[in-house]
Every structure is written in structure tokens, then in C-alpha cells.
């Protein structure tokens, strides 16, 4: 699977994969991500909402944007198909406005976890490198973030959690009851993997990755894999 997901888009000459062929290839490496169908017409998307279940996030799915949140690419907690035609209309309208035929994304909204971030980069001199912090606004606001050169080991994957000062969240806080590490570590250790075995990702980023509480695991909401 993932072999034909990345050859495919390379057989297009594009080396961006959308959402969707990225999250494929996460959840072939045994990482939960969201339940989601693209959809490319709007009946298709109303169908598609019924089965996913209410509240949906309704998406642009497409290689040519891969920043949806600036894009204005993303409605979220979407509760009817009233509040789903209105999404459906503005995005493709704002896609329209850019020349992009897009395909929707229509996923499950997830809401509950810690919005965390796993990326990697493919240094020039190191090879893979892997990344993890806090997801959601917190990225770029805290810059608070550790990073490994890959592959790495359970023992790297817990320093990297621990070292962040968000830690302190995952750990429980108050309200916030201890999240699930346990699963976190797994999605290192399988990030670092992938991009060992596959030298053609130059970069890949889950954000945000939605670490639920102890027990409950974890769940992809957004994934991006550029190849090179």
C-alpha cells in the first residue's frame, strides 16, 4: 500500500501527497487516524457525512494546498446538513476562486485529547530526523519541540516526550487527565520507521496527532508527506 501511494503520485509528477494518501500511509504503519471518506460532488459529501456521523470537519483535500487552515480549507463541528451545504458552498467557491478542482474530505471530528504534533525532516547531512511537540497553536507559539535523528529507539521516544515542557499536560494536569504516552512512543517508533524505510519521504507531518486519555489511545486528525 504504501509503496503504490507514493508511486502513484510519483507516476503524476507531483511530490505532495494530499490528506488523505498521507493518513493511507499512516494507518498501513498501524497508526489510528480519523474515520473519513473523500468525496468529490455535493451529494457525495452529504452521503458521506451521514455515514461518518454528526459532528463532521468538512476539508479541501487536494496536493495544491497544503496549508488548509490558511487556505480557509477547514469547517469544523459541522452538526447538520444545513451547516454541511454551507461549508460545502464556501469551500468550493474559495477553490474555485484559486482555479483548484478539489476533492472534500468529509471526517469525524475528534474532541477530545491533547493536540500534539510528530513531524520529519530529511536532513541533508544527518538523513531522517523526527520531531515532536505540542500540537495546534501551541506549535508555533510555545516553539516548544524535541528532535532525534532517526531511527531511534523506546528509550529515545520517551526522552523526546519528556524533554518538552508540555510534558507537564500529558503527564495530567488539574482537569486534564493523564494522556496515553504509551501510545505516543508507538507513533514515534513507527514515524521513525517509515521514514528510515522510506528514503523518498523528504518530510511528513501529523498535526495535530489527538493523544486521548490513558487507555484510549491516540488518533491522526491531519497528516502532510511530501516526497522527494
Known sequence: MIREVIGAALGEGRKVLNEHESKLILAECGIPITREIVARTMEEVVEAAEEVGYPVVLKICSHAVTHKQDFGGVHIGIEDEKQLLAAYDALSERAKAQNITPAFLVQEMVESGVETLVGSKKDEIFGPTILFGLGGIFTEILEDISLRICPIEREDAIEMIQEIKGY????????IPPADVDALIDVLLKVSALVVEHPEIKELDINPL?????????VAADSLIILE
Open 168 to 175: 507537564k499536560i500529558l503527564k495530567g494536569y488539574r482537569h
Open 210 to 218: 489527538f493523544v486521548r486519555e490513558r487507555g484510549k489511545g491516540v
